[in-house]
């Protein structure tokens, strides 16, 4: 090594602009796309949402197996196999050769945690501790374990149950979206999305198809099948499941325990659950992989199931293999501002194009409180084509 | 080593290194070389090496049991008069010890895989606790004052890279290095006194030492500050006053490490002290300085763990306080209750910590002000935490009734001062443990516990098997201590002992919890309370006083050396040379000034050699 | 046996040297890397006819060679001069293999490299001290144009600098060599401590005075140093690597060769002096190294302290310090040659070393985690952390010192805790947090700004994996090096006595 002069070297770091909270608004309602149209971003969206949507089908399978198979079992050993308990599979399991559904559980718990929206209410409803009381006495009577726990702690069983149902519509939720998804790369392919415009269409379409589709879960205890969140809840798809899945996943989040300190007495963390930005459009993509930060393991299933042509293209930029997950990281991250894009222009109050000046009006506030969430988001990667 | 002795004591050498190999094993997974694969196996096999340290440790019991004492050495380095050597004395002592910090790592070891599900380096994580094992398990075993601080250095490295483990959280920068350099400076003092002892004792087998300590002939200062020196080690190991500040910072670092120190590294600390117990008559000084530390210790910690918001700190501090208690039990050689006391303790604070770890990972709080209705809904989490309390308060007939018991049988006679003390912390633990318990389980549920099931079971079965292991001590004690038996204490004591406990549990339950959270105290009240909040500010008198000398010191030297020591070379060089510029000049003339300088300097040299000879 | 090693190394220059026509760079660096390679399996060959039993030098080899001013070429190995051979062979490969991208004039380069190699060899196993000198000198000047060739931007400062501090070394060593023969009356430059003590005590103690002042500047102890965080600053890394790892252990060898092999009784009269010089150099060293916001020259201070540790052991010179100084000199050259590479991967990595600027480096995929793993063992060696090669070697000091020279010994360890607080600081500030290679500005921003730095292939972190590796090995395994050089470092101990003895019997003035 020397300090000879050699050919001009490429900067070390990169700075994405971050557009303010009035141009975030100008956008949204003129119709733009907050995801800059370029070939290179719709080849990272399109493929990145591809292996997202493969994942998705796993962990959606998986929730539903939990919810449906493994509900209130207290040592849920297996609860990762499917109901395949074949030797070859459990040394699968062993060896780690598998999809991360802790990542799935994650975000199944930060749902419920933060408890917002329809779903979240229904949890709290009379019609849902009465259909709780029922479950819990059948289990009980079938289980002396949970039969002497019930009594003293009458809580106990109900918060499961209400885990256990988040943890079923969020199956529901992820079968929509990973379709959803697949079918976005084979449009890609047929050449019916061929920019980042008609990607965010092409989603805004399949959410808004989907959004009146019914909630609904049931168990099965010895033989008899219990509704949890029975049909006559109305719980559907995209106000009950999506917006919260939305604020709690994209937006709020929870900390991370390797970049957030929990200690008390360093007050980090807000009191406030509303006020957490720590959701997938607030994330610093770089600790990627590092400790302590749970969607590595989103990334590590979505960097198994790359499809090839994104793989090539990551292999041309920056570390090529050797950062290549934290690459997913920020396509990923881009595709979620495509999705919430997508969103948004399917939620608007009113039509964009409409000239009523109320309407009109709604719409400015509508975007505008998104405005003000997206504007501190990592918003400096909408521009970014590496 | 005669041949006879059965295989599993012959093979004893093995225990440190299954927790070693585990973290070799664990090196594919932590280096990124699999990448396609997650690190579980690296647990897996962490995991899987506990187990056979476990049942090794458990075999090699039985056979002691039934041979009695063994000693197992094997020699490391010897030069000259200095013969440093490997070795491990299989009493029943150390290895009831060892069991402890093994069956606590392996429990540890189940609780981390349901904790930290949704850690990518977990391999990393896994190999660091089989590296802090091994080292724990070789401290308990080793029979001689060079290992234990060959081994004790090594948890200070493993404590700080655990501490560490979140490597990229601002507050884990700071917290790993003080963690490390607080650990350091009993580490550095306690090696002072290991080479003194190595110098003047010859042997650092313990027994030699001992022998050689019954008749030295040492000056009294200097046995005064080796004296000093051996208990500054297990200071820091165990988080004594004023080396307790490690302890706090450390809590930044994954739960699953905190139960590990909480219970079973500060154990290790005071095992060491225990080993150098006899060795401290030649240094009474050092005796009263333990006396002194440890009271302050124990009431102090119990004091400044009433005013944490934080819930690990509210806990962490009670560790202090504790240890402090072994440490006066120690230095009043009771080194029998002290054991007792340890083993409760470890017992009882490795479940309070797992039950405190299942808190955050359910409601990613540890704000006490932010907590609170959990008991309803989470069982295990709520049962373990009560073992765990009634474990450490001498209330119920658990663990530390009985050890509190006999120590205050045992030292009102002789220092009834210290009765007292231990009667104030357990007062004054039981108010800490009854008020942390009321904040975080009872009233009403609070915004980031209103959604709270209860967590996997990989964390709730650990929990439910420590708090039944803590039910269980009672028995345990029992059969350590046939003689006089743990129940040997008289009515008064007990009442006395009951009647703190109580007391601290009442005045618990009638706290106003709002205290805590509230600014509004009246002046004294609320300077009390942030003094014991803050820790009694030690980080800042820290920062005020060594920090601020050392970093003095430093810039002093760099300034001293840049003006005086470089600028005087540079003046040099100005005068010798007709300008600073000349030493820029070309190569040739480099040259040539140096077979100069060099023919100038020989001969005057040479002459004045001359003259001096001549 | 013995020539073997200045032969391949000076012939090999030659050759490189000489060689017509144009040579690509990587066949140069190749060939010269053969040669290395073969020099330290050769080293290694004699470490196998070395006969560990014996304390005098072995595998002798001489002829006369300018007979009339006492300049024998007689080589020869002993316990002592065996592990720096050792050290000197494998540290010089090291550096030749972490030579990258050189800019200019590889051929010179690789020559000088191999004739510092030789240089070094030859004055580890000269048993003359002229020709000890000889090779004391030769390995001057390929140094000094290592540095200011293919230095940093004020290499020509440093280089000079650098130059004249050892070029005054010499005169002073050789001066001493001189006046030794000079008032002794013998024409013989063979190292025998005996001569010595037919001189006055006076006389003794200036020649020895000299002696100290010359291989003091070498080593370097406070406050002859100035020259030596310089040199590292502007040297690039693989000069940095041999001047730590190597030629700053020509001036302790010197010290206990020399100063304590030539003039043990002098030396016996100023070692409390000596002690207390170690206890300054080691925490003034330290302490100034605290203060550093540069990687490189805090690493470069705390040589400066780590080196204060040998005048100690010398100092007391009892069999077990005297073989901890063995042991420190090859533990140091392993771990701060490790440290120089490790900041060398960095600064090439990141373009800068400033401490202020650095963060969160062990991230995993756009850091340098694999370095980092490796400088954070390579600080805890440094800080003696037991388990690694720094342990062993402090402890044998400490022990071997504490009962000559309780005060100055207690203050070395304290030295010895200082380098946890200054590499912590480095490894915590460098390593941990968020990622950054910027001078930190708005958090926010900060915490934005996407880092783009390249990666470090696996070949880059070998060199440093095999130096970790024998970090370790000796950190936990010493009883190799132990037994290679304790027959020696014993009798060394013993030398003050023995002379003593020796008049007290009337056998000597």
Redesign the interface.
Same mark, same amino acid.
């Given at each position: 090594m020397t300090a000879a002069p050699r050919s001009p070297k490429p900067p070390l770091t990169y700075n994405g602009g971050m557009p303010g909270r009035d141009d975030l608004v100008e956008t949204l309602l003129a119709g733009r796309t907050l995801l800059a149209d370029t070939p290179d971003h719709l080849l990272q969206v399109v493929d990145v949402l591809e292996s997202y949507g493969e994942v998705l089908d796993a962990y959606s399978i998986n929730l539903i197996y939990q919810a449906e198979k493994q509900f209130l079992n207290p040592f849920p050993v297996f609860r990762f196999l499917d109901g395949d308990h074949s030797p070859a599979k459990i040394w699968r399991h062993l060896i780690h050769d598998r999809i991360n559904f802790e990542y799935a559980e994650y975000c199944q718990k930060a749902m419920l945690w933060h408890g917002t929206g329809g779903l979240d209410a229904y949890l709290d409803s009379e019609a849902f501790a009465v259909n709780c009381a029922a479950i819990v006495a059948r289990k009980t009577g079938r289980d002396p374990l949970l039969a002497a726990l019930n009594p003293l702690f009458p809580q106990f069983l109900a918060e499961l149950i209400r885990s256990a149902a988040t943890t079923h519509a969020l199956g529901q939720f992820w079968r929509v979206m990973s379709d959803l998804f697949i079918d976005l790369a084979r449009a890609e392919r047929d050449g019916q999305v061929n920019s980042i415009p008609t990607l965010v269409t092409f989603l805004k379409d399949g959410l808004v198809a989907a959004a009146g589709a019914p909630i609904t879960y049931a168990v099965e205890i010895g033989g008899d099948r219990f509704w949890v969140l029975p049909p006559e809840a109305g719980l559907s798809f995209l106000a009950d499941v999506a917006v919260p899945y939305v604020e709690a996943v994209f937006l709020r989040g929870t900390p991370f325990l390797g970049t957030v300190s929990f200690n008390a007495q360093a007050q980090q963390i807000s009191p406030d659950l509303a006020k957490f930005t720590y959701g997938a459009l607030y994330a610093d993509p770089l600790p990627t992989m590092g400790s302590g930060i749970p969607p590595s393991l989103l990334m590590q299933d979505m960097y198994r199931h790359l499809p090839e042509r994104l793989r090539q293209w990551y292999l041309g930029v920056t570390r090529g293999e050797g950062d290549m997950r934290v690459k997913i990281c920020m396509s990923f991250q881009k595709a979620m501002f495509c999705v919430t894009n997508a969103a948004i222009a399917g939620t608007f109050p009113h039509p964009l194009s409409g000239t009523d000046p109320a309407q009109r009006e709604a719409n400015r506030t509508y975007a505008a409180a998104w405005a003000e969430r997206l504007c501190v988001a990592r918003t400096d990667c909408l521009d970014d084509p590496g | 080593m005669a041949d006879t002795l059965p295989l599993s004591i012959q093979l004893s050498w093995l225990i440190p290194l299954y927790g070693f190999a585990g973290m070799v094993l664990s090196v594919p997974w932590a280096?990124?070389w699999v990448k396609? #694969?997650?690190?579980?196996?690296a647990a897996?096999l962490n995991l899987l090496v506990t187990l056979l340290s476990v049942i090794h440790g458990t075999v090699v019991l039985r056979a002691v049991l039934a041979l009695g004492p063994q000693h197992l050495d094997i020699g490391?380095?010897?030069?000259?008069?200095?013969d440093l050597r490997i070795g491990f004395d299989l009493s029943l002592t150390n290895l009831a010890a060892l069991e402890l910090v093994t069956v606590m790592s392996l429990v540890g070891q189940v609780f981390a895989l349901g904790y930290l599900?949704?850690?990518?380096?977990l391999a990393?994580?896994y190999g660091l606790v089989g590296f802090f094992e091994g080292a724990m398990a070789g401290v308990v075993l080793s029979s001689n004052l060079f290992m234990s601080?060959?081994?004790l250095?090594?948890l200070t490295?493993s404590t700080y890279?655990l501490v560490?483990?979140?490597?990229?959280?601002? /507050?884990?920068?700071?917290a790993?290095?003080d963690a490390? /350099?607080t650990k350091?400076?009993g580490d550095?003092l306690l090696?002072?006194s290991v080479?003194?002892l190595?110098?003047?004792a010859g042997s650092l087998e313990f027994n030699d030492l001992y022998a050689w300590s019954a008749n030295n002939s040492l000056p009294g200062l200097?046995a005064t500050l080796i004296g000093l020196g051996l208990i500054a080690g297990p200071m820091g190991k165990c988080a004594q006053f004023p080396m307790h500040l490690w302890l706090d910072e450390a809590?930044?670092g994954?739960n699953p490490a905190s139960i590990l120190r909480n219970s079973v590294v500060v154990t290790c600390g005071a095992v060491v002290l225990l080993k150098v117990m006899p060795l401290l008559r030649i240094s009474p000084v050092a005796i009263d300085v333990l006396l002194v530390v440890g009271t302050i210790s124990a009431v102090g910690g119990a004091l400044v763990s009433i005013a944490?918001?934080?819930?690990k700190?509210a806990c962490s501090y009670s560790t202090t306080s504790y240890l402090g208690l072994v440490f006066v039990a120690i230095a009043l050689q009771q080194p029998f209750i002290a054991l007792l006391l340890l083993f409760s303790h470890a017992v009882a604070k490795a479940v309070l910590f797992m039950s405190v770890g299942s808190i955050?990972a359910t409601?990613?709080?540890?704000?006490?002000?932010?907590l609170g209705g959990l008991?309803?809904?989470?069982?295990a989490t709520?049962t373990a935490f009560l073992a765990g309390a009634a474990g450490l308060t001498g209330l119920l007939p658990l663990g530390c009734f009985w050890s509190f018991g006999l120590m205050v049988e045992g030292l009102t006679p002789r220092a009834p001062f210290f009765a007292a003390v231990v009667l104030l912390t357990n007062g004054l633990s039981a108010l800490n443990l009854t008020r942390v318990y009321r904040q975080v389980f009872l009233g009403s549920a609070h915004?980031?516990t209103?959604?709270?099931?209860?967590v996997?079971?990989l964390m709730?079965?650990p929990m439910v098997s420590v708090s039944v292991l803590v039910l269980l001590t009672p028995l345990v004690m029992a059969r350590i201590d046939r003689v006089p038996g743990i129940g040997a204490f008289s009515a008064t004591t007990t009442l006395m002992l009951l009647a703190s406990g109580a007391a601290g549990v009442l005045a618990g339950s009638l706290l106003p919890l709002a205290a805590f959270g509230s600014r509004s105290l009246p002046q004294p009240v609320r300077t009390l309370q942030d003094l014991l909040?803050?820790d009694f500010y030690t980080d800042r008198i820290y920062r005020a006083t060594i920090v601020a000398f050392?970093?003095g010191?430093?810039?002093?030297?760099?300034g001293f050396?840049q003006l005086v020591? #470089?600028g005087l070379?540079n003046r040099i060089?100005d005068v010798s040379m007709g300008s600073a510029q000349s030493?820029?000049?070309g190569?040739s003339g480099?040259l040539q000034?140096?077979v100069f300088?060099?023919a100038v300097?020989?001969v005057l040299?040479?002459g004045?050699?001359?003259w001096?000879?001549g | 046996m013995l020539s073997a090693l200045l032969l391949i190394p000076f012939a090999g220059a030659l050759g490189l040297l000489c060689w017509p026509g144009d040579l690509a760079t990587e066949r140069i660096r190749r060939a010269a890397l053969a040669l290395l390679g073969l020099q330290l399996l050769w080293s290694l060959r004699v470490l196998l006819a070395f006969d560990p039993s014996e304390a005098g030098m072995q595998l002798q080899e001489s002829f006369a060679w300018v007979d009339s001013i006492g300049l024998d070429y007689r080589l020869g190995v002993d316990g002592l001069a065996m592990p720096l051979v050792l050290v000197n062979t494998a540290l010089t490969l090291v550096s030749g293999i972490c030579t990258r991208d050189l800019s200019q004039r590889p051929r010179l380069y690789f020559a000088l490299l191999l004739g510092i190699s030789g240089a070094v060899n030859g004055a580890f196993l000269s048993e003359n001290l002229l020709l000890f000198f000889l090779f004391y000198e030769l390995e001057l000047i390929p140094l000094w144009l290592l540095i200011s060739i293919w230095g940093g931007a004020n290499r020509g400062y440093a280089a000079t600098k650098f130059l004249i501090f050892t070029a005054v070394s010499g005169v002073l060593i050789l001066g001493a060599f001189l006046g030794l023969s000079l008032f002794t009356g013998q024409a013989d430059f063979s190292i025998t401590p005996v001569t010595s003590a037919q001189l006055g005590m006076g006389t003794q103690l200036v020649l020895l005075g000299a002696l100290l002042i010359g291989f003091a500047i070498k080593i370097p102890l406070v406050p002859f140093h100035t020259w030596l965080p310089d040199a590292h600053t502007e040297a690039s890394t693989p000069v940095s690597v041999l001047l730590a790892g190597v030629l700053l252990k020509l001036g302790t060898y010197g010290l206990l060769r020399f100063c304590l092999g030539l003039f043990p009784e002098a030396w016996a009269l100023l070692s409390p002096w000596l002690a207390g010089w170690a206890a300054v150099s080691v925490l003034y060293g330290s302490l100034a190294a605290i203060a550093q916001r540069d990687m490189k020259r805090m690493v470069a201070y705390s040589s400066v302290g780590h080196m204060g540790y040998i005048l100690l052991a010398a100092a007391a010179a009892t069999p077990v310090s005297m073989l901890g100084a063995v042991f420190q000199m090859v533990s140091h050259g392993l771990i701060s040659a490790l440290l120089f590479l490790l900041v060398g991967v960095v600064y090439r990595k990141t373009r800068t070393r400033d401490l202020e600027v650095l963060r969160g480096l062990l991230n995993p995929e756009r850091g340098l985690p694999f370095t980092g793993t490796l400088m954070i063992l390579g600080v805890m060696a440094s800080a003696g952390m037991p388990g690694m090669a720094g342990f062993i070697s402090e402890f044998l000091v400490f022990r071997g010192s504490l009962a000559a020279f309780p005060l100055a010994t207690l203050l070395c360890m304290v030295g010895s805790g200082l380098t946890a607080v200054y590499f912590l600081l480095l490894v915590n500030r460098a390593f941990f947090g968020r990622l950054a290679v910027t001078p930190p500005g708005d958090p926010v921003a900060d915490a934005r700004l996407e880092v783009r730095l390249p990666g470090v292939a696996l070949r880059e972190t070998l060199p440093a994996m095999a130096l970790a590796t024998g970090v370790i090995a000796l950190g936990l395994v010493p009883l190799g090096l132990g037994r290679v050089s304790e027959q020696t470092t014993t009798a060394m101990a013993q030398l003050p006595a023995v002379v003593a003895g020796l008049q007290a019997g009337g056998l000597l003035p």
């Open positions: - | 280096a990124g396609r #694969n997650g690190p579980r196996p897996y490391w380095f010897a030069a000259a008069d200095l599900d949704k850690e990518w380096s990393r994580f601080y060959f081994l250095e090594m490295l890279l560490g483990f979140w490597y990229a959280q601002p /507050l884990v920068v700071t790993a290095r490390f /350099l350091r400076v550095v090696l002072m080479v003194a190595s110098a003047w200097g809590m930044e994954p944490q918001v934080d819930l700190r955050i409601t990613n709080c540890q704000d006490l002000t932010e008991a309803p809904r989470m069982p709520t915004p980031k209103r959604r709270a099931p209860e996997n079971w709730a079965l909040a803050f050392v970093a010191m430093a810039r002093i030297t760099d050396d020591v #470089n070379v060089a030493l820029k000049l190569v480099r000034t140096y300088t060099m300097a020989i040299l040479v004045s050699l001359a001096l000879g | -």
